[in-house]
């Protein structure tokens, strides 16, 4: 079931989502060579508990953490591990902290240092699909809409779309309907309407789409062993168009080159 948000509702939706965001700035940050994933969890769980929220992974299904940390070609759900970044990976940090209630859900994937020309631009192309995704975002328009543009851009530039994993509406719950599919076709699916939100997380693939989920039963890899790269922002549906929720300081929509 689809939730339309009140106004008390998105206002929380707004706090938790500037928390994420916040919570996101801080994690990028830490990215660096020699690094371990164990320690940026760390830091996630102590910036999130230290204001009083609570970071929505952790115990999640049984998630044992309390951020995705998901590094070359894992796709998403990465356990953070106690093996360093090491120049030239990509590194993706999911965060989702919980906010009086309510849920806000972001992403970015970050360079360690000089990473190869090919999966940088990967990294870029999958922000321009994130932001193609979110200007589809209006009253009127439908989730085939975001996907399609996604799909899209991802496939004309040579890359793939992963398609076992999706974005998903959210608030009180973590993982709410709608699924937002990043492939489609323009006008299919559910129409979008004002007060509804949701989040917009394409997963790209360097190489071929396909995915498995390892032993752990949480990390997703590409099958083909290739980079893959993720942005995700939590978003509202507006009377004329689209709040970006889980926006950064100084973060400024990306359009295509
Ligand atoms: N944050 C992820 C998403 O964007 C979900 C992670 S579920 C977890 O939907 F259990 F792995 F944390
Ligand atoms: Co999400
Ligand atoms: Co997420």
């Known amino acids: 079931m689809v939730t339309i948000k009140s106004e008390r509702e998105i206002e929380k939706m707004r706090k938790a989502g500037k928390a994420a965001a916040e919570c996101l700035t801080e994690m990028m940050k830490l990215v660096k060579a020699g690094v371990t994933p164990l320690e940026i969890d760390r830091a996630c769980h102590e910036w999130t508990v230290s204001r009083g929220y609570i970071p929505a992974p952790l115990n999640y299904h049984g998630f044992p953490k309390s951020i995705c940390i998901s590094v070359n070609d894992v796709v998403c759900h ?14 993706n940090l999911d965060v989702t902290p919980i906010v009086e209630g309510f849920h806000g859900d972001t992403n970015a994937t970050v360079c360690v240092g000089k990473v190869k ?24 328009a439908t989730l085939g809409d975001i996907g399609y543009a996604i799909q899209k851009y991802a496939e004309g530039a040579g890359y793939s779309v992963v398609l076992e994993y999706c974005g998903h509406g959210i608030g009180r719950g973590f993982h709410e309907d709608p699924s937002v599919s990043h492939v489609g076709r ?16 394409p997963m790209i693939n360097l190489g071929k789409r396909h995915v498995y989920v390892e032993d752990d039963d949480w990390t997703v890899r590409t099958k083909d062993g290739s980079v893959s790269a993720q942005f995700e922002h939590t978003v509202l549906v507006t009377p004329d168009g689209v709040e970006v929720l889980t926006l950064r300081k100084g973060e400024t929509p990306v359009f295509p080159a």
Do not use: N, S
């Not at 990465?78 to 590194?91: H, M, Q, S, T, Y």
């Open 117 to 140: 020309p090919e999966v940088r631009k990967l990294v870029d192309a999958t922000l321009v699909c994130l932001w193609e995704g979110i200007r589809q975002v209006k009253p009127g």
């Open 186 to 201: 323009p006008g299919q699916g559910m129409k979008l309407r004002e007060g509804m939100t949701f989040t917009i997380e």
């Open 78 to 91: 990465g356990i953070p591990d106690k093996r360093a970044f090491k120049e030239g990976d990509i590194v």
